[in-house]
């Protein structure tokens, strides 16, 4: 796309090169920023996701020492959830918010260079840790102490790495924030907005609440390994669960900022190809307040066996079980949309529907998982590694796909090569189930997570689901090159791209301008992606 | 692989829940699938399909919210009453200590006062070495066996009091149902009531460090009377290290015991051949403690190094496993200091640094706790 | 909403500049931590970056608003995001407030045998009673005490709230714009700014010196020292805004409709003024 936007007429003279995306102000340049860095980040996570099946492909240690392999677990997570999907989501956000409210640009262009620019020397920091005397952090992304405060030289670095991280993504946020509060054209009212802005609104307080948190639990690591603090040691009155409660107040928020914007995403996708609007769009908008609500009450769901008191336990289990039905009933609206439409599959499609079959069984998990005495069993089991893969790869990856593909030509101006695209899609759904489907079964077989070697009775589901991993892995060189293609050119895309697609971004011109809507559209009922008249009646 | 129903009550309960929860799970699963594929079917356009443009019911978003609810509140039911009755740890006929260290697990019999640890078996220590020549399928019980194992009696009350020594790792057997985190400077409590005699595997899982997937436990249920004498067998044995401790070695005994000692214990850090791994764990062959003045060799074994992996074996093995290992290290891997270690010595500074855990004020606390 | 264009500058070499200062920046503080001497003068030139950027992106943005290139959208964008950054202040300090709330209320009393907590205390801290404030069963960091709420900490809220009124009247002085009046406002409150850091380094040096209390006095130490120093680091901040905000009125600049710089650091100044007294009342008095 670089090759596109650089030729764009209507403009004051450019820096160039290597300057231009240093300095650029430009949403749709940053925008693009963000998509390559996570997609560069997605390979080297996925890279270490493979060192970690390439060892459990059969019992016993052959190709990495213990202590290697928690550096590469632990790395694995942090560079995908931070680095791979956050990333990928922001930048969707940059490409897509400005031209899906007919905004000029994000309300604060240089600071949302920076958030940009700040990335990449956080990751420079993190992953330069592997090659410390001491070695990458190996205690979970969790980072819990004691543990983690045992690590090496590295352990600082990482704090600070994660501290970049925070300062990116909450800015990032503001900057989303105040876009759409504040940069909605004429007519664009909140009713009217596409449902990909509602959920990044949701996603954004969710982001400015919770890093925030993170931050804090990450600096009292910090402290109490260096300054003599005592926040996470019973002797002096503190106690390392405390630090489990902080964390998770963040990390569970977390994983909905990793799917909100992916149900936006799909809530796009399936309406477009069903040539049918939107089912329950307002009641689509109450759902994700509620769940983004939610996630901030649930987070013990994560630590039922620290001990807890019953009474705690119980309102934990509860309040987790209740997000079920917001997420169901966005789930019931997706088939509702589907059903009596008229539909094509093109490979847009294809990933959003994936993302509905395959996130739903995650979901489901999630819920067995939130039955507190299953969770005795289940806890730091592979079915917990099951449940997160299903909701983060096939959930969240999926969405990001199926929101390339259904993008990229009003990026590039080109289609993309839709045989490979089904190619893709096709490799990597069945692919990824053979991956994790089993892991299901060896957590309730009884194979804790986090463990680089294993009974011979696991043996059998190991291989198999390592087999998956290596195809998985390698399907996504087809997605590169598909990618790599369509950015140098192919069969010239139309404005309107898709003949069901409604809303703003479709009316500017394929490749959408460095610069658009300099002056604000009027919108209506006709342009916009859901117009209120449909809405009315959707009130409940 | 199913979840394992396991041997006592409460494991059975927690299965029977499992299996309500899946089997309802995977019921909405397949009816929502079933939605989709019928409207994925009749609904596309190559079949000439038109668009309808309704894009609300009132009625139809009411009927799914409403129903998960019901659905939820019929899981949550069983799950309550479940939980409740796991939660509640009185009246133990029998209460056992057991902390996690990086990486193994102690036990103390706070009634029959016995008090041991128990570690991977050495032929998984052996097996589970990097290009190690022993294939996990040639040994039995791959991971999952232990040098000493916990002998329980069956139907009795028994309840568990979980804490740790150094970071966090959590105490599971399958069959008994649940999983809980031992946690250092707090204590946990969970019970448990073994129905059949037999014998129950399984692991840490919590991630504690580098041997996190390598610290098991074996639980040998039998029937009460056997667990008494298997009590008073154990008393015999102390007895006789007793004055195991007392006697002076000879120089060959304590490098045999000590090369023993040091392979269980020592080898998976420091190495067979105690070259170490750079950085974190370092050689012993020619290093300054090692080849240094004793005392302070001692006193790192015992007591460990803060910020490390180095553990406290002070309280953890026996004067004369200490003795005999720092004698074997002292004087392999080409350190030749000559020195030799007594287990009385050893003895002698144990006495002196015995923690307040085991001292009796603890134990006499729990019988006037126990209800 | 949107009328006329938005002013959308179109490169800005300042944010990398911020990124290096800051990779510079913690990495020599990581160093530094990790015992290297080569760390602190990395920490002390990331800073040096670091501020260079702020002051060259602030006085751009100044001259761009002075000579009037922001509409009033472009005004109301700077609002949101001061409104979501102070917001995100807030939830920082909720995660140390939480972590004092949490030891009060659950871990200490589970230490001295409360709840959950019987054996914990019978096994492992036989005899440990959980009052508060106390550095744990193994006292931590020695013995120390605490420093009264009605001895300096008061007048210290008394000042802070003193200085959250004297920028207001410095707020209306410029909404009349009489200029005297605002900038001997703001000297004023720059002044008792400067007054309260004052009595909080003498309160640590006590605390250090006469009392033993000290950031490793266990968890008392901890969450106090942790509290009033993130304060403290807010309140410089804060008044080193408040300076460059009175030489610009000083230099004469705002107008009583359009003045969003002096308002945002009036609002941060007040954040910190209602975090300290949520400070004062969870930290001293209680
Ligand atoms: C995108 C990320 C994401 C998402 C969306 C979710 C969604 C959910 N998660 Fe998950 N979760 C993770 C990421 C995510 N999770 C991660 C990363 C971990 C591990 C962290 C770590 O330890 O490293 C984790 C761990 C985790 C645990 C802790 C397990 C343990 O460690 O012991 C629990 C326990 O309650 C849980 C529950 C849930 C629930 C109830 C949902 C719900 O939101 C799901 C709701 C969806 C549905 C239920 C399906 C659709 C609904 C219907 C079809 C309606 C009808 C359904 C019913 C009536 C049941 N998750
Ligand atoms: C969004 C987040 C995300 C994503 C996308 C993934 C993707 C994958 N993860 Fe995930 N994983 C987590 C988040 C994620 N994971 C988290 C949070 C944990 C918990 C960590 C912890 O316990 O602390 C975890 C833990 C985890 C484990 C458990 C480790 C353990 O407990 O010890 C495993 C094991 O199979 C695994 C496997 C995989 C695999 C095979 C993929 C695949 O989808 C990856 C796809 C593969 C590629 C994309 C590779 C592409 C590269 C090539 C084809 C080779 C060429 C290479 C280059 C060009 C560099 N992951
Ligand atoms: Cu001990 Cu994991
Ligand atoms: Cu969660």
Known sequence: MTATTAHDEHHHEQPTGLKRWLYTTNHKEIGTLYLFFSLAMFFIGGAMALVIRAELFVPGLQVVNPEFFNQMTTMHALVMIFGAVMPAFVGLANWMVPLMVGAPDMALPRMNNWSFWILPFAFLILLSTLFMPSGAPASGWTLYPPLSLQGGNSFAFVIFAIHLMGISSIMGAINIIATILNMRAPGMTLLRMPLFVWTWLITAFLLIAGMPVLAGAVTMLLTDRFFGTSFFDAAGGGDPVMYQHIFWFFGHPEVYIMILPAFGIVSEIIPTFSRKPLFGYTSMVYATASIAFLSFIVWAHHMFTVGMPLGGALFFMYATMVIAVPTGIKVFNWVATMWRGSMTFETPMLFALGFVILFTIGGLSGVMLAIVPADFQYHDTYFVVAHFHYVLVTGAIFAIMAAAYYWIPKWTGYMYDERLGKIHFWCSTISVNVLFFPQHYLGLAGMPRRIPDYGVQFAEFNMISSIGGFAFGFSQLIFLWIVIKCVRGGEKATDQVWEGARGLEWTVPSPAPLHTFDTPPIVDDRVAAHSESLNAESRP | DNMRPGVTPFSQSVYEVHMFVLIIVSIIGVLVFAAMFTSMILHRKSRGAEAAQFSHSTKAEVIWTVIPILILIVMAVPATIVLIEMEDTSGAEMNIKVTGYQWLWRYEYLEDELDFYSALDRDSNYARQKGSTLSPYEVDNYLLEVDNRVVLPTDTRIRFLLTADDVIHSWWVPDLGWKRDAIPGMINEAWTEITEPGIYRGQCAELCGKDHGFMPIVIEAVLPEEYRAWVAGMKQDSIASESEVERLWSRDELMAHGETIYQAQCATCHQIDGSGMQPAFPALANSEVVTGEIEAHIDLVMNGRDGTAMAAFGQRLQPQDIAAALTYTRNSFGNATGDMIQPAQIDHLQQATASPIESEGGLASVEASAP | ?286
């Open chain 3, 1 to 286: 909403m949107a009328q006329g264009t938005y002013y959308v500058p179109h490169t800005a070499k300042w944010p990398i500049v911020g990124s290096v200062g800051l990779f510079v920046l913690v990495s020599g503080f990581a160093k530094w931590m990790n015992g290297s001497d080569l760390g602190p003068w990395m920490a002390i030139a990331g800073a040096a970056i670091v501020i260079t950027m702020l002051f060259g992106w602030f006085a751009e943005v100044i001259k761009e608003s002075e000579s009037g290139l922001y509409s009033n959208q472009v005004d109301a964008s700077f609002r949101q995001g001061m409104i979501w950054f102070i917001f995100s202040e807030v939830m920082f300090f909720a995660a140390f407030f939480g972590a004092l709330f949490y030891a009060r209320i659950f871990a200490v009393p589970w230490l001295g045998g409360e709840g959950t907590g019987v054996m914990t205390n019978e096994l492992l801290y036989p005899g440990y009673l959980a009052v508060w404030p106390t550095n744990g069963p193994e006292n931590i960091g020695g013995d120390f005490q605490t420093i009264g709420a009605f001895e300096l900490p008061m007048i210290n809220t008394l000042i802070l709230l003193l200085s959250g009124a004297t920028i207001t009247m410095a707020h209306v002085a410029l909404k009349k714009l009489k200029r005297n009046a605002l900038v001997f406002w703001m000297i004023a409150t720059v002044a008792l700014g400067a007054l309260f850091l004052g009595l909080q380094m003498y309160e640590y040096v006590h605390a250090y010196r006469d009392l033993g209390l000290t950031l490793g006095s266990g968890i008392y130490g901890s969450t106090f020292f942790m509290l009033t120093g993130f304060h403290g680091l807010h309140v410089t901040v804060g008044s080193i805004m408040l300076i460059v905000i009175t030489l610009r009125c000083v230099k004469g600049h705002f107008e009583p409709k359009n003045h969003f710089a002096f308002e945002a650091v009036a609002w941060y100044w007040h954040f910190v003024d209602v975090v300290w007294l949520v400070l004062f009342v969870f930290v001293y008095v209680l």
